[in-house]
């Protein structure tokens, strides 16, 4: 960081199970009982979120519901209320907006603060977490946590630290001590195979990792590594960004019956790119970047998801139509859930060639 630049303070606000802790609100009789707001088991939908006694269970987000009542019969399975959890986002995006103008908000119950010139509280970034907490609190009566750091890492660290309805700082002086002890899995980005990857090295902590050289990391893990580099040491000069641009945009579907035929994905396919259109057409106005390409994500009957993806500049059906032709003629395995999705390019990538990339996880 450059030491002319002051010492930032960055809030990172989350709020605890947000959306079953909304229903929860709306019907105190279900406190305390284990709950899940999602799709429904017999259209073989997922979780969304769930209470702390669900989670008790092992049930967590993107479980299918069918799972999780396998794990707890007595869990209450809710559907999902968008419009009552969008209007509670903007309450709450417009307290934090009381503080700052420096909002970045991650989805709808999480946003990071930049406070670093704010002038409430005396300018402490951690009364100011504190207000902002019983602000929203005492509108919406729903608990929030706040993490408080130098920087977005570890602020968003910091938020799950003392989960629910609590808060931890770290100040510059601690960062060291910190993450010296910080699993390698809360980095953003290290998923299980990186953690895998790292912990075959004996890399489980932070400070494990700091022992590797940036061109080790770099060579082994590729752009990743450098900013494995950086994280470890707690370094993350990624500013607050209030208007931050969209990188992508995807529906899917999870279809009742499996799909075991080439024909009945394609007609499933059809449906599902008029839905696309019409989400490209509803969030055109905040789209500021040109298309880049098309994705195809397949999740197959024994939950094996591929993503496929080929450049593109404009969504076609066609080119959705080819790239799951492919899939399936490699696989032949029956369908159970099919993603389709637009990036928008970060970049100038002008002059690319057409290129197929392909995931499996
Ligand atoms: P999270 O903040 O990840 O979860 P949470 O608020 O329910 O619980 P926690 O106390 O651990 O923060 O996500 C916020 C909301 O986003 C969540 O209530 C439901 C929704 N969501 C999904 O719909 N699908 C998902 O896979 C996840 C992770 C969240
Ligand atoms: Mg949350």
Redesign the pocket.
């Known amino acids: 960081m450059n030491s002319q630049e002051p010492q930032r303070k960055i809030i990172h606000i ?5 959306f079953a802790a909304i229903e929860i609100r709306e019907n105190p009789s279900l406190s305390g009982l284990p709950i899940a707001v999602g799709g429904s088991p017999d259209k073989r939908g997922v979780v969304a ?1 769930c209470s702390y006694e669900a989670r008790k269970f092992g049930i967590h987000s993107a479980m299918p519901t069918s799972t999780a009542l396998r794990k707890c019969p007595a869990l209450i399975c809710l559907p999902v209320r968008m419009p009552l959890y969008k209007k509670v986002s903007k309450s709450i995006q417009s307290i934090f907006r009381e503080y700052t103008e420096l909002v970045e908000p991650l ?1 709808l ?2 946003a990071f603060l930049d406070v670093t010139g704010s002038i409430h509280c005396q300018g402490s970034a951690t009364l100011i977490a504190e207000e902002i907490r019983q602000r929203i609190y005492t509108a919406e009566k729903l608990t ?2 706040a993490g408080i750091a130098p920087n977005k890492f570890l602020a968003k660290v910091c938020s799950d630290w003392h ?1 629910p309805n609590g808060q931890k700082i770290i100040t510059p002086r601690e960062i060291d001590g910190f993450v010296k002890t910080l699993p390698v899995k809360k980095i953003n980005g290290v998923g299980k195979v990186t953690e895998e990857k790292l912990s075959n090295l004996g890399i489980k902590t932070c400070g494990n990792l700091q022992m590797l050289s940036a061109s080790f990391l770099e060579n082994y893990f590729g752009r990743f590594g450098k900013r494995l580099y950086e994280l470890s040491r707690g370094i993350d000069s990624r500013p607050v960004n209030p208007n931050r641009i969209r990188k992508s945009l995807s529906v899917e579907t999870t279809f009742a019956v499996d799909l075991d035929l080439l024909e009945s994905g394609i007609e499933a396919l059809n449906k599902l790119y008029e839905k696309l259109l019409e989400r490209l057409a509803e969030k055109s106005t905040h789209i500021t970047l040109p298309i880049h390409s098309l994705t195809l994500k397949i999740r197959f009957s024994d939950f094996k998801t591929t993503t496929i993806q080929t450049v593109g500049n404009k969504p076609q059906l066609k080119k959705y139509q080819q790239l799951y032709t492919t899939v399936w003629e490699r696989t032949e395995r029956p369908v159970r859930l099919i993603g389709l999705g637009i990036t928008f390019s970060e970049l100038e990538q002008s002059g690319q060639l057409e290129l197929e990339l392909e995931r499996d996880t």
Do not use: I, N, R, Y
């Open positions: 989350d709020m605890d199970c947000f979120t989805s119950d999480e929030a946590s989960k």
